[in-house]
């Protein structure tokens, strides 16, 4: 199922330790409302985000809101440590933590389980047998109901789908009219530009092929091509915001429909996360599915074409 789906990273205030406010309450009140209004019903968290604060607002707001967790889906995240053990940044999929982590962010979000856990980036020393135990028992607990992975290649989800006895069902990547190594690694096989891009070929095509949703964070580019202040634009991104703003009159719509219509159009089925905290340009995406049925192939390649300054092979 193709969807557009809300990243609560934006949600909870600072990322200090300070606890947060009513008001960050408020503000994830009016963003879950946008969202739904634009037809959005899957929240993306992770338990990092604003150091648990953006589940914990989000908790708030269910708690506050009767019948809302019945109409919506969640999914979480977890594998990423922060500021712990003298580390600013490491990652930990052993059994233990995932249990803990997982523990911690339901209890934040105020349910009793998440419809999707991602893992959240590859730990070189998981265990593929020992994630698929914590895995398993979270799913025999009611916990989780479906498993998905975040900033993995198709080799990386392979070696854990086998010792798992869930299917992985998401992969969250970068993925944008900006970030398009995803993209190029599909047409640059045998070109020497394609070394410019590190991205693992194959990747887009084994989710396909598996029933993969390619979950794309970064989508909306940060503003970039929908009128975010830069101190200087690159001839290719001003071009690509003019361009942007032309097709969403052409086809009566926002720019960032237009933007995640052209994701959207990809056969691979992706699924944009928008992380915009604004309601006006969250229900702004709400365009997006119509876009990309609508968009034509010529006005998708000249997106592609404008944003990376050159013509394709």
Request: charged share 20%; proline share 6%; aromatic share 4%.
């Given at each position: 199922m193709q969807e557009v789906i809300y990243g609560c990273m934006g949600l909870g205030g600072s990322w200090s330790d300070e606890p947060h406010g009513t008001h960050h309450v408020d503000q994830a009140a009016?963003?879950?409302?946008?969202?739904?209004?634009?037809?959005?019903?899957?929240f993306d968290h992770a338990d990092i985000y604003r150091s648990g604060k953006s589940e914990a607002v989000f908790g708030e707001v269910l708690a506050g809101t009767p019948g809302l967790?019945?109409?919506?889906?969640?999914?979480?995240?977890?594998?990423?440590?922060?500021?712990?053990?003298?580390?600013?940044?490491?990652?930990?999929?052993s059994r233990d933590a995932i249990l803990e982590r997982v523990n911690g962010s339901l209890q934040r979000l105020r349910t009793d389980y998440v419809d999707v856990l991602l893992l959240h980036r590859?730990?070189?020393?998981?265990?593929?047998?020992?994630?698929?135990?914590?895995?398993?028992?979270?799913?025999?607990?009611?916990k989780v109901r479906q498993l998905g992975v975040s900033n993995m290649s198709a080799a990386q989800i392979e070696v854990l789908q086998d010792k798992l006895e869930t299917p992985v069902v998401a992969n969250q990547l970068e993925m944008s009219l900006l970030k398009r190594a995803w993209l190029?690694?599909?047409?640059?096989?045998?070109?020497?530009e394609h070394l410019d891009y590190s991205f693992p070929h194959g990747t887009v095509e084994y989710c396909t092929r598996?029933?993969?949703?390619?979950?794309?964070?970064?989508?909306?580019?940060?503003?970039?091509?929908?009128?975010?202040?830069?101190?200087?634009?690159?001839?290719?991104?001003?071009?690509?915001?003019?361009?942007?703003?032309?097709?969403?009159?052409e086809y009566g719509t926002s720019g960032e429909a237009v933007l995640?219509?052209?994701?959207?159009?990809?056969?691979?089925?992706?699924?944009?996360?928008?992380?915009?905290?604004?309601?006006?340009?969250?229900?702004?995406?709400g365009?997006?599915?119509?876009?990309?049925?609508?968009?034509?192939?010529?006005?998708?390649?000249?997106?592609?074409?404008?944003?990376?300054?050159s013509n394709i092979p």
């Open positions: 009016a963003a879950v409302q946008a969202a739904l209004d634009a037809g959005i019903t899957l967790r019945e109409r919506i889906r969640l999914q979480t995240k977890c594998g990423i440590r922060l500021n712990e053990r003298g580390l600013q940044t490491h990652y930990d999929l590859p730990d070189p020393l998981a265990d593929p047998a020992e994630v698929a135990s914590a895995v398993g028992q979270l799913i025999a607990e009611g190029e690694s599909q047409v640059l096989v045998n070109h020497p598996n029933n993969i949703t390619l979950q794309a964070y970064g989508s909306l580019a940060k503003g970039v091509f929908t009128g975010a202040e830069q101190e200087s634009p690159t001839s290719a991104e001003a071009a690509t915001a003019e361009l942007v703003a032309q097709l969403a009159g995640l219509g052209w994701l959207m159009k990809h056969p691979a089925g992706i699924a944009p996360v928008i992380g915009t905290v604004n309601p006006d340009r969250i229900r702004a995406c365009d997006a599915a119509r876009v990309a049925g609508a968009l034509t192939r010529p006005d998708w390649y000249k997106l592609w074409v404008t944003a990376r300054g």
